[in-house]
C-alpha cells in the first residue's frame, strides 16, 4: 500500500481513487466521461443496456448505473469528474447529487447550504 494513504480507511466518507482504481475501474470511467460525446448521450438515452453492455460494463456497474446510485458508483470506483457527466444525462445537477449521496432529499439538503434558496 502506498505509505501516504496509511490509515485512508479510518476517514469516513473518503474513497481513495489511486491507479488500483483506475485501472480495475477504466471501463466504467471511459464509459461516463464519453457522456461528453452527444452521439454517446443519444446511444445510451436510445438504449441504455446496450450502450453499457458495449462499454464492458459488469452486472455491479449497470446495476449502479441504472439505480443512479452515486456513492455507489463513488464506492465501487468512478471519478466524481466523469460521474458529472453522466449526472447532466441523468437529469441531475451536482446539488441533487449530492443530496442523494448523503441520503437526503433536495429539500434537506439545500437547509444545510449557507444560501439554501440558491438553486
Known amino acids: 500500500m502506498n505509505p501516504q494513504l496509511e490509515g485512508v480507511e479510518d476517514l469516513e466518507g473518503t474513497y481513495v481513487f489511486d491507479l488500483r482504481t483506475s485501472h480495475r475501474t477504466m471501463k466504467l470511467n471511459r464509459f461516463l466521461w464519453n457522456m461528453i460525446s452527444a452521439g454517446m448521450r443519444e446511444s445510451y438515452r436510445a438504449d441504455p443496456e446496450a450502450a ?9 456497474e449497470k446495476a449502479l448505473i441504472r439505480a443512479e446510485d452515486w456513492i455507489g458508483l463513488i464506492r465501487h470506483g468512478a471519478s466524481f469528474f466523469v460521474l458529472e457527466k453522466f449526472a447532466r444525462v441523468a437529469g441531475r445537477t451536482n446539488l441533487e447529487v449530492y443530496a442523494m449521496m448523503r441520503g437526503e432529499s433536495f429539500e434537506d439538503f439545500m437547509k444545510t447550504r449557507r444560501v439554501p434558496e440558491c438553486r
Open 52 to 60: 453499457m453492455s458495449d462499454a464492458g460494463l459488469n452486472e455491479t
